[in-house]
């Protein structure tokens, strides 16, 4: 910042300070009596005394105090910092997405700036990390795009973020994610002319009469470290319906709730994202059925309840 510009916000800075009513005159007062006092013990000579400025001293000082107080404050200069390091990925690959661009806002909408007074930004490098240092304990969003990606909003932490590719606008995608160290399943089914199938880690992919695939898992995970991802096609392709299975619960026979694992999952259609659910409380069931599109039309259901095998998910 250069001297003009710092003079200048500090001047604002110092006049918004909002002073104890009667301040001005209370300090005034007070210097027209120290003068007077001093006065008197001299003589009227003007001889010089230090203790006849120690009230002018203090309240320059309380001024000066809180005039930086206010401007530092403002500038976020007393505020603790993190570093945090941030990796983006494909959602239908898991390939480290180069170049993408990251900005950061405050719980308000406001970009947050940097020391020159510029948008704060960051870029991925070759490994798809990119580095920012944020106010600590502080709300903060990172909005993530790259070019051919559907941009995504998320809470600003360090940890790994997928992006979807955009799609044709009758394409769907769902991007389970999680932070529980189990084995969630991403699970589609399917129901076109009186025929009902499953799509999931054994059953990959769903094809049409012409035997062209309409239906994907593009990413598979077994405990978090990765999402699963499935994309489909609705048009003309019937009625579907996503779900998450919890396999751990199944075979490890343990007491599993959704929102213990952190599951959410990201929709997106065609060029945008449509929205983020997750579980918000703790009802227990092994299979979270999310939302249903039949011809066309998307449907959020968010219902828990309980199998005891995977290939009962309907």
């Not at 002018?56 to 993190?82: D, P, Q, T």
């Amino acid at each position: 910042m250069n001297d003009t510009r710092f003079a200048t916000e500090y001047k604002k800075s110092v006049d918004a300070v909002a002073l104890p009513e009667g301040y001005k005159e209370s300090l005034i007062s007070a210097l027209i009596e120290s003068e007077k006092t001093r006065s008197s013990e001299t003589g009227g000579k003007n001889t010089w005394n230090i203790r006849s400025f120690i009230p002018a001293i203090v309240a320059a000082s309380l001024v000066i105090l809180l005039g930086f107080g206010a401007f530092f404050a403002m500038r976020g200069i007393f505020l603790e910092k993190e570093e945090l390091h941030i990796k983006v990925y494909s959602a239908t690959n898991l390939s480290c997405i180069k170049g993408a661009r990251i900005v950061f806002r405050d719980k308000d909408g406001n970009l947050l700036a940097d020391k020159k007074g510029d948008p704060l930004t960051a870029v991925t490098d070759e490994n798809g990390t990119a580095t920012a240092t944020l106010p600590k304990d502080t709300a903060v969003s990172a909005e993530i795009s790259s070019d051919g990606y559907i941009p995504l909003t998320v809470e600003a932490q360090a940890g790994n973020f997928y992006i979807s590719p955009v799609m044709t606008e009758d394409t769907y995608r769902a991007v389970l994610t999680w932070e529980k160290s189990c084995d969630l399943d991403a699970i589609l089914t399917r129901e076109y002319k009186g025929k009902a199938e499953q799509l999931y880690y054994f059953n990959s992919d769903f094809t049409n009469e012409e035997g062209t695939v309409i239906a994907t898992l593009d990413t598979d995970s077994e405990n978090g470290d990765g999402p699963e991802t499935i994309t489909f096609n609705s048009n003309g392709n019937g009625y579907f319906r996503f779900s998450v299975g919890s396999y751990s619960s199944l075979k490890e026979e343990a007491d599993f709730t959704f929102a213990n694992a952190g599951a959410t999952v990201t929709l997106y259609q065609g060029d945008k994202l449509i929205g983020e659910y997750s579980v918000s409380d703790a009802e227990s069931g092994n299979v979270w059925c999310v939302f249903e599109v039949s011809d066309g039309t998307l449907t959020i259901i968010d219902d828990i309840y309980t199998v005891s095998a995977m290939t009962e998910i309907k």
